[in-house]
């Protein structure tokens, strides 16, 4: 299991432009886990959300280094210089290049869907277990 402790740092703005805003981790060459979209959970103030986290370069956007990006669920509040925790959970799928933004927001949306699902199930809605 990877977990990821860091401090949210600015981003390109680009999730929260397309509707999802993401707090966007520094992390060390080893400390994050292979590329790709993962349901995780993110530890804010010593409370649990469910949170959709992409790990990767952006090839949408032709991005040249690598990024750990978490969309939180539920949470609708500045994250900017907060230090959040994110324990991964479950690997859904690899990163891809999109042609548009709207086939990528309906992927992000159908992403969020199998996040929040999947956290649910396993672990019910109050967090961890």
Known sequence: MFVVTARVIHGLRRGRNLGFPTANVRHRIGQAPPDGIYAAWACIDRQWYRAAV?????????A??????????????????????????????????????????????????????????????????
């Open 54 to 62: 992409s790990v990767g370069k952006n090839k949408t956007f032709g």
């Open 64 to 129: 040249s280094h690598a990024t750990i990006e978490a969309h939180v669920l539920h949470w609708n509040r500045s994250l900017y210089g907060r230090t959040i925790t994110l324990v991964f959970v479950r690997w859904l799928r690899a990163m891809r290049r999109f042609n548009t933004d709207q086939a990528l927001v309906h992927t992000m949306r159908m992403d969020i869907k199998r996040v929040n699902s999947f956290l649910v199930s396993r672990c019910g809605r109050s967090g961890i277990s």
